[in-house]
Every structure is written in structure tokens, then in C-alpha cells.
């Protein structure tokens, strides 16, 4: 079978493995990756895979895929890649749809004092993160959480439903349709009150606050321009 995949990150580089083992023919559309960020473009160039770092486009697709996977992939597709697979290409994303659509999910959910997130594989169509559910699973959030072990617990789970989701795929299951009218919580990419802690919320929001912005070696949460790693940083900060 012929696959794009559109990837980043650790997903997306498990992502290539699983389709390698599985024998399809692949083509990768990535980013560049800071030293933090698990490299795609770096696999594809071990495993003698094409890739490109550009805006996947109808100009410059190697091949007529017969299915489009999107894992962690930064970039909005356009209608005519969805039309060019009549439809069939999926994506990955960290929340239990139609809850936490947009970037940032995980680390909402956290700061929310959300008890559990989740994945959802769904079909892209022409909304943002709207498309009919493929496969949804939920995944509690516990109290040591931070922003990075966060993103691996629910990466590493949803990872393993992947060729499943493949097959449904390819064998035109409809899914389930989102509830129009329903759009949670939608948050537009960019680091959440720009990293800083203000004084006025409760002690909680405060911790959750310090969890969610722990993804090293991106900046901690900041208060009177100082990085806090831990509650006490902060009291120390405040007095």
C-alpha cells in the first residue's frame, strides 16, 4: 500500500516504524527538529526513506497515496489532499474529541485540573479537529503529571491502536460523527499565559500551572521573570 505520512515528533517517528514492519511503501512529510524533539527527518534519512520538510500540496506529493496518516504533523491540509484519497486520511489527536480541539491539548487538560484526557484517531475533513471518530480511548490524568509525561503516556498508548485504525481505514468504516454544535475547549497554538504564573490564581492552579510547562528544555513557568520549577520556587518568589 502506498501511505504519506505526515509526522513529527516521537509519534510520528513510531508512527514510520509501524509501517515499515508492515511492508508499505512510504513517503514522509516532517519539520526540522530542535535537539528535544525525537527526529523524523533524521529516521527517514537512516531507514533510506523520502522525505520532505516542505507544506505537503498537490505539487509536490511523490505519488497517488492510497491512504494519509497525520501524526503530530504541525501544518493544516488543504481540501484537495482530502479529496485527492477521497477522504481517506486520518489524524492523531491528544484529547478526547470534540473536547480540547486545536493545539495544546494536553497541557490545557492539565491546567484545567482535567481528571483524564485521551487520544482520538479521526478522519480530517475541512474543520479543525472535526472529523468522524475512528478510535477514542480515555487516559486519566494523576496529580504528579507534567506536560511531558503526559505527552508519552498518551503518544506511547494511542500508538499501539495504529495499524487498527489503518485497516478501518482502508476499509471505508464510516466512524463515529462528532456532535455538531459541540466544540469544548479550543485553544490556538501558543504557550499558555505566555509561561507566566499570575498572583491572583488559587495555590492548585498555580501547581497544575508549574506541571503543565514542564517539557525540558522548554522554559519552565515564569514568575517576576524567574523560572519555576516547583510550588516552593514559587513561594519563595512571591515573599
Not at 18 to 27: A, D, K, N, R
Not at 43 to 53: D, E, N, V
Not at 75 to 87: E, F, H, R, W
Not at 214 to 227: E, G, M
Request: hydrophobic share 35%.
Amino acid at each position: 500500500m502506498k501511505v504519506i505520512l505526515c509526522g513529527y515528533n516521537w509519534a510520528g517517528c513510531k508512527a514510520l516504524q509501524l509501517l515499515l514492519e508492515s511492508g508499505h511503501e512510504v513517503f514522509v512529510f516532517t519539520h526540522d527538529s530542535p535537539n528535544y524533539v525525537h527526529d523524523l527527518k533524521g529516521l527517514c534519512q537512516r531507514k533510506g526513506i523520502s522525505f520532505s520538510t516542505e507544506k505537503i500540496g498537490s505539487k509536490n506529493l511523490p505519488f497517488k497515496p492510497d491512504i494519509i496518516a497525520s501524526i503530530y504533523y504541525r501544518y493544516i491540509i488543504s481540501p484537495d489532499i482530502i479529496n485527492l484519497v477521497d477522504g481517506k486520511i486520518f489524524n492523531l489527536h491528544p484529547s478526547l474529541l470534540p473536547e480540547y480541539r486545536g493545539c495544546s491539548s494536553l497541557t490545557w487538560a492539565l491546567i484545567n485540573g482535567e481528571s483524564q484526557t485521551g487520544f482520538s484517531f479521526h478522519y480530517i475533513d475541512c474543520g479543525i479537529d472535526t472529523g468522524n471518530i475512528l478510535l477514542q480511548k480515555k487516559i486519566p490524568i494523576e496529580d504528579f503529571d507534567t506536560q511531558q509525561s503526559l505527552y508519552f503516556k498518551v503518544m506511547f498508548e494511542a500508538l499501539k491502536y495504529f495499524n487498527e485504525v489503518l485497516d478501518r481505514v482502508m476499509a471505508n468504516e464510516q466512524g463515529i460523527p462528532q456532535l455538531k454544535g459541540e466544540t469544548g475547549h479550543y485553544y490556538p497554538r501558543g504557550c499558555p499565559f505566555n509561561g507566566v504564573i499570575d498572583i491572583n490564581w488559587s495555590i492548585e492552579m498555580k501547581e497544575r500551572f508549574i506541571r503543565a510547562m514542564i517539557y525540558p528544555p522548554l522554559p519552565a513557568a515564569k514568575f517576576n521573570n524567574r523560572d519555576i520549577y516547583h510550588l516552593d520556587d514559587l513561594k519563595r518568589s512571591e515573599n
